[in-house]
């Protein structure tokens, strides 16, 4: 038996946002951070709210990689104001701390570290979830984890849940058109990246696979179009479907080494969570291919690639996805990304012990020791092909 879930309605296409004005309720409670509350598309999100009939508070102290602290902060104050609707207005920070903070809401019981799949959480006795994402390449108004950080222990909490994969999820093709290049860069590699992992994932199924394709399919197309030109219409439109199809496939299958080790150094060095994962994945098709040749192989043919082998057809995967990192101007090595190599020698084996240990990791098609990640964090450093 396998479950599978998705969000109940995902509203698609030009002003989605709209779609807040049917909303019933008496209070919402807009999640965001100081940055996106100033932009000029959340008035309309409150002004929505309004014309249905709610009050509106705004909790907008979320940190980029949010931390248990702010959680336990945003649940006070959504205790205090008694929310029937949480509005997660944001990247996947926003969103994953929301998702949190409506469980610390609804059941002060549970402490954040308490969200597994195999706790019943009990939501939805006060309260619902619409997420909002403002950019391409999360998918966590799809997915049912949220990544909180403990900062004391510079871990990432890895929690999954059924219950919080998000009621409404709402993709409004304006929101992520204000997105820096770099961003646009860096979400849509972690959106490929959770293509690829939930493709060639143990947990895979006949649902998230035909997800998959089609995301990296549209990824592949459309990225450097909308990297290169913030005009793009189009390309941001199918970017922004192209993310949350991406999560509704890995929240039904997995990811896999490239996000335990781009948590891993997400933790320890501070680089965010779509570079760290773009740069992870060439390495992790590399040594994971020797388990899933044929599963790599039907992506790079589903991309157009033409090849005599599932060999050479990977061989040209791995390629592809570098050109396309290259294109969009993402680091190819820790090394490119600018971390130094003493102070990489000196958390390897924290970075290692981190990233062996992620669920992510035993889900992946190849399982690596602590030693092998040893090894594919050094090649990742240095920029050699993981040819072991
Ligand atoms: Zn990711």
Not at 53 to 63: A, N, P, S
Not at 108 to 136: H, M
Not at 164 to 173: F, G, K, T, W, Y
Not at 253 to 276: C, E, N, T, Y
Request: glycine share 8%; proline share 5%.
């Amino acid at each position: 038996m396998w479950e599978l879930t998705f969000p109940r309605t995902v509203v698609i296409g030009e002003d989605a946002l709209g779609y807040l004005k049917t909303v019933e309720g008496k209070r919402a409670l807009i999640v965001t951070d100081k940055v996106i509350h100033k932009l000029d598309f959340m008035e309309k999100v409150a002004e929505y709210l309004k014309d249905a009939g709610l009050e509106v508070q705004v909790f907008d102290d979320i940190e980029p990689e949010p931390s248990m602290e702010t959680i336990i902060r945003g649940a006070e104050f959504a205790k205090k104001y008694n929310p029937d609707w949480f509005i997660a207005v944001g990247g996947g920070s926003c969103m994953d701390a929301a998702k949190a903070m409506w469980v610390l809401y609804e059941n002060p019981s549970i402490a954040v570290d308490g969200i597994n799949p195999l706790s019943k959480l009990g939501l939805r006795k006060k309260a619902r979830l619409i997420c909002i994402p403002t950019t391409s390449g999360t998918g966590s108004d799809a997915t049912w984890a949220t990544i909180i950080t403990n900062v004391k222990d510079e871990r990432k909490m890895e929690l999954t849940s059924r219950e919080i994969v998000a009621d409404i999820s709402i993709l409004d093709p304006e929101l992520p058109k204000g997105m820096p290049p770099k961003l646009v860069a860096g979400t849509g590699l972690d959106a490929l990246a959770h293509g690829i992992e939930s493709y060639v994932s143990q947990w895979r199924n006949d649902f998230s696979d035909v997800l998959a394709i089609g995301a990296i399919q549209m990824i592949f197309k459309y990225l450097p179009r909308a990297y290169r030109n913030p005009e793009d219409k189009e390309a941001k439109e199918k970017m922004h479907n192209a993310a949350t199809m991406a999560g509704i496939s890995f929240g039904n299958s997995q990811v896999g080494i490239a996000h335990a080790m781009g948590h891993s150094l997400g933790a320890i060095f501070h680089v965010p969570h779509g570079r760290s994962i773009g740069l992870f994945l060439p390495y992790s098709i590399e040594y994971s291919a020797r388990q899933a040749m044929e599963r790599y192989a039907t992506i790079a043919r589903e991309i157009g690639i033409e090849a005599k082998t599932d060999e050479e057809a990977v061989g040209k995967l791995v390629e592809a996805v570098r050109k396309l990192e290259r294109d969009v101007g993402e680091p190819a090595s820790l090394k490119e990304a600018g971390i130094s190599r003493r102070d990489f020698d000196k958390r390897l084996n924290d970075l290692a012990t981190r990233a062996a240990n992620s669920t992510c990791t035993f889900m992946n098609p190849r399982v690596p020791d602590t030693a092998e990640t040893k090894k594919l964090f050094t090649y990742a450093y240095e920029g050699k092909k993981a040819d072991f």
